[in-house]
């Protein structure tokens, strides 16, 4: 049973407890480092700078990933760039702005000391990734430069072009190789963890299957951290790589750790639409391209079909520029997402379906031309016209809302350990500090600073008392835990029916989409509640997975993550339920102001929402973390 929430806040100021907090690291001395092995999984930025910066302080650790390599991680999808408070611009930026920001782009729901720390992490991030040598951009002179994002109004995020998770994540590669080849770290690509082994009510190993050979094995560790990212693949179509899962954090929590607002996903307003049924993904369209593009539809139904060419200026209708004069086409992703669905469902919508608004270049190529916005976002225009043939330099993109990251995740305290103890998470893994909806460029900024900065910190914290604690990896919980993972195994290869993977995968994700996904209301809610079990009680009659255990089986992978999403959707939707209010990005429609803008319930739900597994058949159990504030005004949330 779980008590009382704690989230182990230090004391004192809010700008003094990280830095009071911090020297937890020196609790085991370096002489003691080598004697722990540490298990991480995942090995995108959160994962593999974790990875790399213990392995330099001299603990052993074991990274798994399930891509062929540790560059391939989803991370390095990330386009736009990365925040950081050093008021390079000198336009009035700072730590304390850079807080107030993220935490009211989350709607106010936000562990405030969590958010002030990365605030005050993200200057240190800038610096170590520079003396790595990623490249990023820089201004005439050669200093840093920055451009703006969402829900800010200055410019703070640092950028590689379009590539900027792909430059941090080989920054981040080349010091997890340093490791590699020192002997502290051991890889284990193609490797993925199937379940996580309690030992004593502790975390103490993991269940891991190889996908080249099928062998599955027993690892066990003094503390097992998990970077596995987001959720997002839950809706089938989504911005996340085909192979992003909930596998590891579900699984985690079915072995006791908590889930925090699982219903908290956020919808990207600049993706490619969506063009046939044929898609088994979407791809993203940088934020950043708002910076320089301007968002509108035609003003009258009747020119939606006319090319945008053919519309003049007087009949075209910049809705952002016009609801949020203040912020314009940089409105957070929430917003922007629900107005394009707002003029979509209109029918001012253009392209296939009515399912797309315009983002011009027309006035920034006029007014720097061509070769700035090439230099600025070329690779994001290549990659637009090798999808759509369309070349945006003549023409404006077409782009619409998508799903396309997380802020739900595993529950943890002020030092990433989740409630049980040796469990930490982090990166996209956790909920802990992007509330409702995440800030463009913060997701960088989050991965890095828990990954280079605060786990090396504070998982000392924890091991200085498991000295000599390690078991072994025969011990009767490992044989146990490993029973249960082939039993499933067999049971998914056993099914034997006639309906492919993808067909169960989709028809979840459109379930999802339409009653959990931009928008939500009670009675979608129940019919969605409704209808996920018996979807699930079809799959384990229904579903064929080809080929064997004992092999190289994509079937077998893609069946275990789909009898996830299958399980882990019902606790989406009953979150989202439960959740009686609109903040961020969960938007009820019984709960909006009269300009439809999302309208809290602080009163009773100024909380994070935990939900702890009751066994098979049973509802989860709802506990409650309320949050405080010691700085931050709870206000109604404006950008206009």
């Keep these: 049973m779980i008590g009382t929430l704690d989230p182990k806040i230090p004391?004192?100021?809010?700008?003094?407890?990280?830095?009071?907090?911090?020297?937890?690291?020196?609790?085991?001395?370096?002489?003691?480092?080598?004697?722990?092995?540490?298990?991480?999984?995942?090995?995108g930025l959160a994962g593999g700078s974790a990875t790399a910066t213990l392995g330099e302080l001299g603990y052993r650790v074991k990274c798994f990933c399930f891509q062929d390599s540790a560059r391939r991680a989803h991370s390095i999808a990330a386009q736009g760039g990365i925040n950081a408070a050093k008021n390079y611009q000198n336009d009035g930026d700072s730590v304390y702005r850079l807080f107030h920001d993220t935490i009211k782009g989350g709607d106010f729901r936000a562990r405030e000391a969590n958010v002030y720390r990365l605030a005050e992490i993200s200057n240190n991030i800038i610096d170590q990734c520079v003396a790595q040598g990623v490249p990023f951009a820089r201004e005439y002179g050669g200093l840093l430069a920055n451009r703006s994002f969402g829900g800010a109004q200055v410019s703070r995020t640092f950028y590689a072009r379009g590539q900027t998770g792909q430059q941090l994540l080989l920054g981040c590669y080349q010091a997890l190789c340093r490791?590699?080849?020192?002997?502290?770290?051991?890889?284990?690509?193609?490797?993925?963890?199937?379940?996580?082994?309690?030992?004593?009510?502790?975390?103490?190993?993991?269940?891991?299957?190889?996908?080249?050979?099928?062998?599955i094995d027993s690892h066990a560790a003094d503390a097992v951290v998990l970077a596995t990212g987001g959720y997002g693949n839950v809706f089938y179509l989504s911005t996340n790589a085909r192979g992003c899962n909930v596998t590891a954090t579900y699984r985690a929590y079915k072995r006791g750790a908590l889930f925090a607002n699982p219903s908290f996903t956020q919808i990207?307003?600049?993706?490619?639409?969506?063009?046939?049924?044929?898609?088994?993904?979407?791809?993203?369209?940088?934020?950043s391209l708002r910076n320089d593009g301007r968002v509108w539809v035609p003003k009258r139904k009747e020119d939606r079909d006319k090319p945008p060419g053919e519309i003049p200026e007087q009949d075209?209708?910049?809705?952002?520029?016009?609801?949020?004069?203040?912020?314009?086409?940089?409105?957070?992703?929430?917003?922007?997402?629900?107005?394009?669905?707002?003029?979509?469902?209109?029918?001012?919508?253009?392209?296939?379906?009515?399912?797309?608004?315009?983002?011009?270049?027309?006035?920034?190529?006029?007014?720097?031309?061509?070769?700035?916005?090439?230099?600025?976002?070329?690779?994001?225009?290549?990659?637009?016209?090798?999808?759509?043939?369309?070349?945006?330099?003549?023409v404006p993109m077409r782009i619409y809302p998508a799903v396309h990251y997380t802020m739900g995740g595993l529950w943890v305290d002020y030092d990433l350990m989740s409630n049980v103890p040796g469990l930490f998470v982090i990166g996209?893994?956790?909920?802990s500090d992007h509330g409702a909806n995440r800030l463009g460029a913060s997701a960088l900024m989050q991965g890095l600073a828990d990954g280079y900065f605060i786990l090396p910190n504070t998982l000392p914290n924890y091991l200085a008392s498991q000295m000599g604690k390690?078991?072994?990896?025969?011990?009767?919980?490992?044989?146990?835990?490993e029973k249960d993972v082939r039993a499933r195994i067999e049971k998914l290869l056993?099914?034997?029916?006639?309906?492919?993977?993808?067909?169960?995968?989709?028809?979840?994700?459109?379930?999802?989409?339409?009653?959990?996904?931009?928008?939500?209301?009670?009675?979608?809610?129940?019919?969605?509640?409704?209808?996920?079990?018996?979807?699930?009680?079809?799959?384990?009659?229904?579903?064929?997975?080809?080929?064997?255990?004992?092999?190289?089986?994509?079937?077998?992978?893609?069946?275990?993550?789909?009898?996830?999403?299958l399980e882990f959707a019902e606790l989406m939707c009953i979150d989202a339920l439960e959740r009686n209010e609109s903040a961020g990005a969960h938007f009820r429609q019984e709960h909006q102001t009269p300009d439809g803008e999302a309208l809290r319930d602080d009163e009773n739900h100024a909380a994070v929402f935990t939900w702890e597994l009751q066994g098979d058949g049973q509802p989860p159990k709802l506990h409650r973390e309320t949050l405080h504030f010691e700085i931050v005004h709870l206000a109604q949330r404006s950008y206009k």
């Design 268 to 287: 990207h307003p600049t993706c490619i639409p969506v063009s046939g049924e044929h898609q088994s993904k979407l791809t993203l369209m940088s934020e």
């Design 494 to 565: 056993n099914v034997n029916g006639t309906r492919s993977l993808d067909s169960f995968h989709r028809e979840l994700g459109l379930l999802l989409w339409d009653k959990c996904g931009m928008s939500r209301h009670e009675k979608g809610l129940r019919e969605a509640l409704q209808k996920i079990p018996k979807l699930r009680e079809e799959f384990w009659h229904g579903v064929r997975v080809l080929g064997s255990e004992q092999d190289y089986n994509q079937a077998l992978e893609r069946a275990g993550r789909v009898a996830d999403f």
């Design 428 to 431: 996209e893994a956790n909920f």
């Design 470 to 481: 390690r078991p072994s990896p025969d011990a009767p919980e490992f044989r146990d835990t």
């Design 179 to 215: 490791q590699i080849a020192a002997g502290t770290v051991r890889m284990f690509p193609q490797t993925e963890m199937l379940d996580l082994v309690i030992v004593d009510g502790q975390a103490k190993g993991i269940i891991t299957r190889s996908l080249r050979t099928g062998k």
């Design 11 to 43: 004391p004192g100021p809010l700008a003094q407890k990280w830095r009071n907090h911090r020297d937890h690291s020196r609790l085991v001395s370096p002489n003691n480092r080598r004697k722990f092995e540490i298990i991480l999984v995942g090995s």
């Design 316 to 394: 075209r209708d910049y809705y952002l520029e016009r609801k949020y004069p203040s912020y314009g086409n940089l409105a957070p992703r929430d917003i922007a997402s629900r107005a394009a669905k707002e003029v979509c469902d209109e029918g001012r919508g253009v392209g296939p379906g009515g399912r797309g608004v315009y983002l011009d270049f027309a006035d920034a190529i006029k007014r720097l031309g061509e070769n700035i916005i090439r230099e600025r976002y070329g690779n994001l225009f290549e990659v637009y016209e090798k999808i759509t043939g369309e070349n945006a330099y003549k």
